[in-house]
């Protein structure tokens, strides 16, 4: 469990408890109830990661909303959209093995996370990984309407491991994976992914790559 969801947990304890000794006890369930959901939302499980080569695996849970090529630097790529909806686990994993390149956060709006505009105006954290063999993935975790704080734990230079986990993004948000145009995709739009345990696409080893 994410400890996050422990502290939200504590305190609303500490509500109900006073509410039951200056009211009735009755009312105190409110702040209770609420408490196990902030322990069910902040729950972090276990997931069998892929050990196929060239793997990418989803940063999330939820649904795929959007398969799309893109242009970044003049260069198509292909675009992954995944949304979050308030009952998936928030917790974000990386997608692939390598080096963090760059971390750029965004201040924006907060857009419904199922418009495609919120891809570029909603405040958001970029994160650029390098492979090994030098393919590059951008992966983007994206305020939703709900969602008011994104969390990433890693920063420039570091190495991440497939599946790792990396940060999360509270309540309803979405996450983007931008990928080279050779990427096989594996999923289609509407499909539900698991965050490290279901493939989005296979990467061909580059050109000079191992």
């Not at 469990?1 to 939200?8: E, F, K, T």
């Not at 990418?56 to 790529?77: C, F, H, L, N």
């Not at 994993?93 to 924006?108: K, N, S």
Request: charged share 15%.
């Amino acid at each position: 469990m994410v400890r996050d969801g422990i502290y939200y947990a504590l305190a609303l304890v500490a509500v109900a408890v006073l509410i039951g000794m200056w009211t009735t006890p009755l009312l105190a369930l409110v702040p209770l109830l609420l408490a196990v959901f902030f322990l069910w939302f902040f729950r972090d499980p276990e997931r069998v990661i892929p050990s196929t080569p060239g793997a990418v695996v989803s940063p999330a849970d939820g649904k795929v909303t959007g398969i799309s090529t893109v242009q970044v630097a003049g260069e198509p790529r292909t675009s992954i959209s995944i949304f979050l909806n308030v009952f998936n686990v928030h917790v974000n994993r990386a997608p692939a093995a390598g080096l963090i390149q760059a971390v750029e956060y965004r201040r924006g709006k907060y857009l419904n996370a199922m418009n495609p505009a919120s891809a570029e105006l909603n405040e958001q954290n970029i994160c650029t990984l390098v492979t090994g063999d030098g393919q590059i993935i951008v992966f983007k975790q994206i305020a939703g309407l709900l969602a008011r704080r994104i969390v990433f734990s890693r920063k420039a230079g570091d190495r991440v491991a497939r599946g790792e986990r990396i940060g999360l993004i509270k309540f309803g948000s979405r996450c983007d994976v931008i990928l080279p145009a050779s990427a096989q995709v594996q999923v289609q739009v509407g499909q539900a992914v698991q965050c490290g345990a279901s493939t989005l696409a296979i990467l061909p080893p580059a050109q000079g790559g191992d």
